[in-house]
């Protein structure tokens, strides 16, 4: 189905909208994906927040003009499908899992923010933490030495009622 020019724009521009907050673009090759497949790629995407499309790559190549993202524009040959997403790990472990139990989709490029990446570079980066796991160990670090003070602390007074509980028990022991 041919596009006229003002649907053309309307799509460049949800792409560059996309674009915007973007922190990494995925590209990958699904010639021969069944429409079920495709599908749950979708679901699986929108889950993890993924921006995914299957763009003309004349329209995608126009979206990316002036972006950091520019220099992907090189990669874009082939019937392709977009990943992009705020969270520079999420599109690549949507693109790469899905990639593992579907052989029909093949993992073409990547791009972050002033950085083009080749198939194996997406692989790599899927196998990162996201930013939200991240962020958990990192609180989790922060938090170690204070709970181990609190635990610290609590000790005293826990022993301190132990020898008591001891010496009652004693004392109990004696007078029976």
Do not use: C, H, W
Not at 74 to 82: E, R
Not at 97 to 104: E, Q, W
Not at 153 to 172: C, H, I, W
């Amino acid at each position: 189905m041919a596009l006229n020019r003002q649907e053309k724009a309307a799509v460049i521009e949800e792409v560059s909208a996309e674009l915007v907050n973007a922190q990494a673009i995925v590209v990958a090759e699904y010639r021969g994906l069944s429409v079920e497949s495709v599908t749950q790629l979708r679901k699986e995407a929108r889950a993890a927040g993924v921006y995914l499309r299957v763009l003309k790559n004349t329209l995608a190549r126009r979206a990316v003009v002036g972006t950091p993202f520019e220099a992907l524009s090189d990669k874009m040959a082939g019937p392709l499908i977009y990943g992009i997403s705020a969270d520079p790990v999420a599109a690549a472990k949507v693109l790469v899992n899905f990639a593992k139990s579907n052989d029909k989709l093949v993992l073409t490029a990547g791009a972050m923010p002033g950085q083009v990446m080749d198939a194996n570079g997406v692989k790599a980066l899927a196998t990162m933490p996201s930013r939200e796991e991240l962020l958990s160990k990192l609180l989790g670090t922060m938090q170690a030495p204070i709970a181990q003070f609190v635990r610290t602390l609590n000790e005293v007074p826990t022993k301190f009622v132990r020898g008591l509980a001891a010496v009652r028990d004693q004392k109990d022991s004696q007078a029976a």
